[in-house]
Every structure is written in C-alpha cells, then in structure tokens.
C-alpha cells in the first residue's frame, strides 16, 4: 500500500464480522487504505484489557485492493498492539478508529468499553484515534444515517490532528436525522442490579452480569448523555491522563 | 458483621491465593471488618473488563472472625459488581480495596491493570477506593515494608472520604525503607515491542504478549515514575470523568 492516501487502522469489539466495522470500512475506503485487525468474535465488556496469558493467532480473512482484514483471538486492545507491531512494519497507520459499535459508549461506558479500548491504545501510541458508537445494541443497527458525519470527523482529524494523548468518543442516537454534533464532557452516570443469579440443572448458583444504567446528572445539558437524549451526535473528547488535578494540589503536602 | 468497625472490600487482580492480597488483609484486620471478593486465578491486565458472556460463580473460601473470602471466576470488575450486589445486601462498604498488586501500576498501567479496575469500580459505584501496589512482580515480594504506609493511607481515606469520582492509584517501589510519600501526576509512557511471534510444532505462527516500558518524560519530577525510581511512595490521584476539557474548549463551536 503505497498510495498517497492515509493509512487507518480499524477494530473494534463486535468482531471482525460485525455489520458495524464493516459498515464504517464501506464509508472511508475511497478516502483512505484500511487495514483491520478486530476479534475473531464477539469481546463486548473487554474495556482496556489484554491478554497476558493467551497465546493470540492472526488470520488473513480478506486482501482487496485498499483493503486487509486480519482477525485476531485476542482483546480489542491485543488486536491494535499486534497490527501495529507485525502488520504495520514499514509505515505506521496515520490513524486509529474502533467502532462502530453497537451500543452505546457514552458517560462512564468508556471504562468498559473495548471499543475505546482501541481508541485508548492508539492515542496512548501518540497516533490520532477516534471511537464510534450507535445507540442500538441489533446486530442489524442501521448505520448508513451515520456516514456523512463519520466521514466529516475522520477527515477533519485527519487534516487537523488531534493533541497528543487525547482521543475522541463519538456517539451517534438511534436516528435517522441527527440535530447536529454537540462536543461535551462525559456524564457521570451508575450501573445497578448488575448480576441475575440462576440455578445451574447440577443444582449450583451462578451469576450473568447484566444491568441498568441510570444518567446521575441529567440536567446538564454539557453532557454526552444529555446531547443523546436530545437527537445530537455527542463528540466527548478524552484524556490518556487520568491524574486528578485538583485532589493533587490539595494533598500536595500532606505527607 | 455488625461491629462499628469500618467495612472494607478487598480484591485484586492476582487471584485469592496471592501474597499480596493476603498481607492487605492482614495489615487491615485490627482496624476493620474485611469482605474479599477475588479472582479465582490470575487476572493481570484485566482493566476495567467485565464477563457479558460468560457465567460465574462464588465459592467461599475462608469464613473467620471479621473476614470472610471468596473467590469468584470473573474479572477483577466483576468481583466488584457481584460482590457488591450480593455479599454486601445489608450493608455497603466503606471503602474498596485493590491489590496488594504483584508488579507496577503507575503511568498509562492505569489503564490496563485488573487492580485499578478494582479501584475504578469502587470509584465508580462512588465509594472511596485505593489501588496498592508493589514494584515487583515476584510472587514472594515482601509486603511487610508497606505496613505503616498502607495503614496511614486506609485510615486517612476513612477518616476524610475522597471527592466524589476521584480514587488513588498508590504504587511502592522495591524497597525495605522509603524516602515518603509523594503525591504525583501519572507520568506518559509508551509500550513497546508488545509481542513475540513463535512457532507452534504444528506449524502455525502465534504472538505472545509482552513489552517493555518507556518512560516519556523522565525528568519531570512531579510523575509517579520519578518518585519510584528515586525511593518514594507515589499517590496518584485519578479520575473517574476522562474528559479533555482543554480540547472540549477549543472545538465547542467548531461544528
């Protein structure tokens, strides 16, 4: 791939079949050379993880002109961590995205989310990254609504960068028409009820983690949720950086 | 467990058995009532990872005076969750405990480490939370150094709560004696050489993970990677809310 165009890598955590990730291939590759690298099935949940213990296979899946799928058996972040390493030797990607999801990524679901899992890693490798997400968790989520505005932020960092160490979360509502793009800060928000215990056929108890999330500020209108809830694609800009500046000047000389 | 003694959940991402667990708890049995939700096995680099797919279960493992331990075969996170929800039913803690981790935690390992997942969590579920951990990966590290520090820092936290989303990464280098304590910024840092590709004896390449550690900046003196290599306790405040309010700034009226 020696074309003038950029070079992007793409992953995410539905997996390398997922409509979403190949949806979001279909709208940059006249922009742009693609090379994906994403699970081998579903890692939903996988956040920041990789796989310390886990011997990780590559598999060629697809070779096209512009266009190379790798799947991995590893982590979102182990799919990045490899490319980066063993399919990008001679020319590193001018950008890393992950998504698009199904389901949404906003408030604290970046901490979980293994689609920011890639966005962290990447923008922790200092190259541009960006996350996206559609609020419909359906393996057949309509995503053709998005493309104009994922094209629009891809090429807009693409030109402009982004500073080193911050990344982009971009959630998009379940819509067909968006009011617009709203850049916020992440609400703070709760999971609850968070495991169904049930009882195994052998007569032992087991737990499926599940839960339900309730928005803790929803008044705010400065918020990702609050721009979700309101018909706005919500860009949250987001920090490698997680030093809380505030309790450090605080305690600077307490001990 | 109805004394007027504190209430603390300890878990880690080492697993149940570990030494480093173990000396938490025993540096902490005075002064509190000790609940343990752990991994059953090793969990490193785990993050904020939690099981969407998979079932789990708790088994009780010790059941003492003032401790009870159980394992379950989740992640870090999901010990948190389910413990939580179903150990903790009359009575939330006071605090979450992770660690005492087996290896460092300061810098960009907040984002991949099962302990600060631990602590995150707590963090999240807005109960005052600390990571610890120790820079050795030995599973014989000698935790008794640690005593006094561990305890001056649970009691501290006890006493003064923390701010609503803020909980403290906490890492100690490998030493018998420490020059203090510093409260530090995280430093950035980048992973390198990630992963090490073998062959298997039935003829397929497959990747190990691994890496080394870069320190990006290590002539600032305000980082908890200078404080350790230079003899100090590092307390790095962190966030919850991972919004970059520098960029959320300048692009608010860009779109």
């Given at each position: 791939?020696?074309?003038?165009?950029?070079?992007?890598?793409?992953?995410?955590?539905?997996?390398?079949?997922?409509?979403?990730?190949?949806?979001?291939?279909?709208?940059?590759?006249?922009?742009?050379?693609?090379?994906?690298c994403?699970?081998?099935?579903?890692?939903?949940?996988?956040?920041?993880?990789?796989?310390?213990?886990?011997?990780?296979?590559?598999?060629?899946?697809?070779?096209?002109?512009?266009?190379?799928?790798?799947?991995?058996n590893?982590?979102?972040?182990?799919?990045?961590?490899?490319?980066?390493?063993?399919?990008?030797?001679?020319?590193?990607?001018?950008m890393i995205l992950g998504?698009?999801?199904?389901?949404?990524?906003?408030?604290?679901n970046?901490?979980?989310?293994?689609?920011?899992?890639?966005?962290?890693?990447?923008?922790?490798?200092?190259?541009?990254?960006?996350?996206?997400?559609l609020?419909?968790?359906?393996?057949?989520?309509?995503?053709?609504?998005?493309?104009?505005?994922?094209?629009?932020?891809?090429?807009?960092?693409?030109?402009?960068?982004?500073?080193?160490?911050?990344?982009?979360?971009?959630?998009?509502?379940?819509?067909?028409?968006?009011?617009?793009?709203?850049v916020?800060?992440?609400?703070?928000?709760?999971?609850y009820?968070?495991?169904?215990?049930?009882?195994?056929?052998?007569?032992?108890?087991?737990?499926?983690?599940?839960?339900?999330?309730?928005?803790?500020?929803?008044?705010?209108?400065?918020?990702?949720?609050?721009?979700?809830?309101?018909g706005?694609?919500?860009?949250?800009?987001?920090?490698?950086?997680?030093?809380?500046?505030?309790?450090?000047?605080?305690?600077?000389?307490?001990?």
């Amino acid at each position: 791939m020696n074309t003038k165009k950029p070079l992007i890598l793409i992953s995410n955590d539905d997996g390398y079949h997922a409509k979403g990730i190949n949806s979001l291939i279909d709208m940059l590759r006249d922009i742009a050379d693609i090379i994906v690298c994403a699970p081998e099935s579903a890692r939903s949940g996988f956040a920041t993880a990789f796989s310390a213990t886990v011997p990780l296979r590559l598999k060629l899946r697809r070779d096209e002109v512009g266009m190379q799928m790798w799947s991995c058996n590893g982590t979102p972040v182990d799919c990045v961590k490899i490319a980066l390493q063993e399919l990008f030797a001679d020319r590193l990607p001018d950008m890393i995205l992950g998504g698009i999801n199904h389901g949404d990524n906003a408030s604290v679901n970046v901490h979980y989310s293994g689609t920011m899992g890639v966005t962290l890693e990447g923008c922790m490798k200092y190259i541009p990254s960006i996350g996206f997400s559609l609020c419909d968790f359906s393996s057949d989520a309509d995503f053709e609504p998005l493309r104009p505005y994922v094209r629009q932020i891809v090429q807009k960092v693409l030109s402009e960068g982004l500073p080193k160490g911050v990344c982009l979360n971009v959630n998009f509502p379940k819509l067909t028409e968006f009011k617009g793009i709203k850049v916020c800060r992440m609400a703070m928000g709760t999971w609850y009820n968070e495991c169904v215990k049930q009882r195994h056929p052998h007569g032992y108890d087991y737990y499926w983690m599940t839960g339900s999330y309730r928005n803790d500020e929803p008044e705010q209108e400065d918020t990702d949720n609050w721009a979700l809830t309101h018909g706005y694609i919500s860009i949250t800009p987001t920090r490698i950086d997680v030093t809380d500046y505030d309790l450090l000047r605080n305690w600077q000389n307490k001990f």
